[in-house]
């Protein structure tokens, strides 16, 4: 089966098929999927072979520097005057000083100079923009610039995907069916469909639906090893991951002292990895911003007045299994800001992601065939992120049980999301649609039985219901 898939796979697709085999190989996995994709399909194209791979993990390992590589890499540039480095490049405004202040992470340099004609041309550089760049290394032109180290981005060609044809993989749905697209979308995503039940390749792609569809909250809670945050850091090119720690208002919002946008303006998701273990520097205040914000979108914060954002917030964190059907457990290994009625009840759906496998073996449970280049697929979703099935959904579904304004809302946007990933071209049956809307409505259940949990005055138990109508 798996070669028939293959095969239809690179007749529909053939511009943005790669083979995942190749992808997996560590040499290569050193940078985000979404990058090494690009890289394959630039610097291969159809030969994806054992000599595409060395090829490029020798080009890698030239522009790319490992941790303990840092100063060789300083010293080249310092002797030779200019450096061709391959590097996540990020700027931001310094408006005191007219000047955009670029950032290399590798090189751990984060006051560079760059030409203002690049960030023109690239404006995703604000968010961080992978690609090569040309650096020169110019004390005595740049000595008296402000005191930034002088290093200057003269030349940069990106990496990710800024034109994608959108229609192909709204149009390519047709040649497929459910089955097929569903393994389809998890090979693209780098696991074997062979793996997992239909089911567990329906809860898998529901991580999703965040970066398909806008302000959407999701909770997911399961033992390590299950893949959580690998979607999110290799697929999702939107994406800003905070693996625990301090966040600041300021961090996550609106920095007042340099008057720029917090995270939430500048990515499709924000990930809140290991949630038993984030903290936050003024709790009550970013507890209280984050519960307006995951109502409809807009917040402020000092001088931003009633700014909007798109950006979905997705909360993962570890739990043994045999605790998680365990509201109790579940709600005690929540941090304290979650256990709070008023802020589950904004989550839309939880994911049970106990009931996933681990992925231990890589030949058992990585993806060996063809799919979707990451940065394509990546930048699709962002791209169907401005339409929304809503009307789609209330044509074909009724909803049954003791429905809140919350419960429909959060069903809805489920669904909507679930939709565009699982039926782009909107074409479908009724008994597809019934079987997504079983996995949604779960979702939000879930959610419903941790609120009782935490009061059950408020929120006694129910199990909500919904159907296809005839």
């Given at each position: 089966?798996?070669?028939?898939?293959?095969?239809?796979?690179?007749?529909?697709?053939?511009?943005?098929?790669?083979?995942?085999?190749?992808?997996?190989?560590?040499?290569?996995?050193?940078?985000?999927r979404?990058?090494?994709?690009?890289?394959?399909?630039?610097?291969?194209?159809?030969?994806?072979?054992?000599?595409?791979?060395?090829?490029?993990?020798?080009?890698?390992?030239?522009?790319?520097?490992?941790?303990?590589?840092?100063?060789?890499f300083?010293s080249?540039?310092?002797?030779?005057?200019?450096?061709?480095?391959?590097?996540?490049?990020?700027?931001?405004?310094?408006?005191?000083?007219?000047?955009?202040v670029?950032?290399?992470?590798?090189?751990?340099?984060?006051?560079?100079?760059?030409?203002?004609?690049?960030?023109?041309?690239?404006?995703?550089?604000?968010?961080?923009?992978?690609?090569v760049?040309?650096?020169?290394?110019?004390?005595?032109a740049?000595?008296?610039?402000?005191?930034?180290?002088?290093?200057?981005?003269?030349?940069?060609?990106?990496?990710?995907?800024?034109?994608?044809?959108?229609?192909?993989?709204?149009?390519?749905?047709?040649?497929?069916?459910?089955?097929?697209?569903?393994?389809?979308l998890?090979?693209?995503?780098?696991?074997?469909?062979?793996?997992?039940?239909?089911?567990?390749?329906?809860?898998?792609?529901?991580r999703?639906?965040?970066?398909?569809?806008?302000?959407?909250?999701?909770?997911?809670?399961?033992?390590?090893?299950?893949?959580?945050?690998?979607?999110?850091?290799?697929t999702?090119?939107?994406?800003?991951?905070?693996?625990g720690?301090?966040?600041?208002?300021?961090?996550?919002?609106?920095?007042?002292?340099?008057?720029?946008?917090?995270?939430?303006?500048?990515?499709?998701?924000?990930?809140?990895?290991?949630?038993?273990?984030?903290?936050?520097?003024?709790?009550?205040?970013?507890?209280?911003?984050?519960?307006?914000?995951?109502?409809?979108?807009?917040?402020?914060?000092?001088?931003?007045?009633?700014?909007?954002?798109?950006?979905s917030?997705?909360?993962?964190?570890?739990?043994?299994?045999?605790?998680?059907?365990?509201?109790?457990?579940v709600?005690?290994?929540?941090?304290?800001?979650?256990?709070?009625?008023?802020?589950?009840?904004?989550?839309?759906?939880?994911?049970?992601?106990?009931?996933?496998?681990?992925?231990?073996?890589?030949?058992?449970?990585?993806a060996?065939?063809?799919?979707?280049?990451?940065?394509?697929?990546?930048?699709?979703?962002?791209?169907?992120?401005?339409?929304?099935?809503?009307?789609?959904?209330?044509?074909h579904?009724?909803?049954?049980?003791?429905?809140?304004?919350?419960?429909?809302?959060?069903?809805?946007?489920?669904?909507?999301?679930?939709?565009?990933?699982?039926?782009?071209n909107y074409?479908?049956?009724?008994?597809?649609l019934?079987?997504?809307?079983?996995?949604?409505?779960?979702?939000?259940?879930?959610?419903?039985?941790?609120?009782?949990?935490?009061?059950?005055?408020?929120?006694?138990?129910?199990r909500?219901?919904?159907?296809?109508?005839?």
């Open positions: 089966m798996q070669s028939s898939l293959d095969a239809k796979v690179k007749r529909v697709f053939s511009a943005v098929a790669i083979n995942k085999k190749i992808s997996n190989n560590a040499s290569i996995a050193r940078i985000p979404y990058i090494s994709e690009y890289l394959i399909n630039y610097k291969c194209g159809d030969r994806q072979d054992a000599s595409c791979v060395s090829s490029l993990s020798k080009y890698i390992e030239r522009l790319y520097p490992e941790p303990s590589e840092r100063d060789l300083l080249r540039l310092k002797e030779d005057g200019r450096l061709k480095l391959l590097d996540e490049f990020k700027v931001r405004v310094d408006l005191k000083n007219n000047a955009y670029l950032e290399i992470p590798s090189l751990q340099i984060f006051d560079a100079h760059v030409r203002d004609e690049i960030v023109k041309e690239n404006e995703r550089m604000f968010s961080g923009l992978w690609g760049g040309l650096l020169h290394y110019a004390p005595d740049l000595r008296d610039r402000r005191g930034m180290t002088p290093i200057i981005l003269e030349d940069f060609r990106p990496f990710q995907a800024s034109h994608v044809d959108v229609d192909l993989f709204r149009e390519g749905r047709r040649s497929f069916s459910l089955d097929e697209w569903r393994d389809l998890l090979t693209s995503i780098g696991l074997n469909p062979e793996a997992y039940s239909p089911l567990q390749k329906t809860l898998l792609l529901s999703l639906i965040p970066a398909i569809e806008a302000n959407v909250n999701l909770l997911e809670l399961g033992p390590r090893a299950t893949g959580k945050t690998f979607l999110y850091r290799n999702v090119n939107y994406a800003r991951i905070y693996a720690g301090m966040i600041t208002p300021a961090r996550l919002f609106f920095d007042a002292r340099l008057s720029i946008p917090g995270d939430l303006a500048l990515h499709d998701i924000i990930v809140f990895d290991e949630i038993s273990r984030v903290k936050f520097s003024n709790p009550d205040e970013l507890a209280s911003k984050l519960k307006d914000y995951m109502v409809d979108g807009f917040f402020e914060r000092g001088a931003l007045k009633r700014a909007h954002s798109t950006c917030l997705v909360f993962v964190g570890n739990i043994d299994v045999e605790k998680a059907e365990d509201v109790g457990a709600l005690g290994y929540l941090p304290g800001f979650m256990r709070d009625s008023a802020f589950l009840d904004r989550i839309h759906g939880f994911i049970p992601g106990w009931q996933l496998p681990k992925i231990m073996k890589s030949y058992v449970s990585l060996s065939g063809y799919g979707l280049a990451s940065d394509y697929l990546a930048e699709v979703l962002h791209r169907f992120r401005s339409e929304s099935a809503d009307g789609i959904v209330s044509e579904f009724e909803f049954a049980g003791n429905y809140t304004i919350r419960d429909e809302r959060a069903v809805k946007k489920l669904l909507s999301g679930m939709i565009k990933l699982f039926f782009p074409e479908f049956d009724d008994r597809e019934a079987e997504l809307a079983s996995v949604a409505v779960d979702l939000r259940n879930r959610v419903c039985r941790l609120l009782a949990g935490i009061s059950p005055e408020e929120f006694p138990e129910k909500l219901s919904i159907r296809v109508r005839g």
